[in-house]
């Protein structure tokens, strides 16, 4: 199956064979990869890829995507089938949505820098929040340029997984 997966904003083409059960073949950036996955939870992955074990634990991002927990990093990576990617592109090269964007935290965590204020206009891509979770430091992005109509989110203040940190419109 193809996919594309999406990491720091970078878009990468993605191809799974299943060679047998727990078995897999994947395809990426011209590389090709082989790896036994085994479900350990129903939040964790072990992947062998050679010859190391690597514990994968994930949880739903309520802005979209995952979150992976990887040898103490976390990573944002949001998989798409190709349809919905090429639907993505299709929007975003005629505007997109003109509605306001909420940026949520993506866990529990706690602020620890607010890098823009209320009223400012932010370009795509620019910090807007940086989020203090599970001892890694996330930093939240515009996902396209606009003004911070409201800003909720204050240094220090402990959030919730999913809580509103500033809208842009």
């Known amino acids: 199956m193809h996919y594309a997966a999406i990491h720091d904003g970078e878009e990468r083409e ?9 078995r897999y073949t994947i395809r990426m950036n011209g590389r090709e990869l082989e790896v036994d996955v085994h479900a350990v939870s129903e939040t964790t992955l072990s992947f062998i890829l050679n010859n190391h074990a ?41 505007g997109g949505p003109d509605g306001p964007v909420r940026i949520t935290s993506p866990m529990p965590g706690k602020v620890v820098s607010v890098l823009v204020a209320e009223g400012e206009e932010v370009e795509e891509g620019q910090g807007l929040v940086v989020i203090e979770a599970m001892k890694m430091e996330n930093e ?26 500033c809208v842009i419109v």
């Open 14 to 22: 993605v191809e799974i064979i299943e060679v047998s059960p727990g």
């Open 54 to 94: 690597y514990n994968i634990e994930f949880e739903s991002n309520p802005g979209g995507g995952e979150n992976l927990l990887i040898r103490g990093h976390v990573l944002h990576v949001e998989v798409l089938d190709l349809r919905k990617m090429r639907l993505r592109k299709v929007e975003a090269a005629h």
């Open 140 to 165: 939240l992005r515009a996902p396209r340029a606009g003004v911070v109509q409201e800003l909720t989110a204050q240094e220090g203040q402990a959030v919730d997984g999913g809580a509103t940190l």
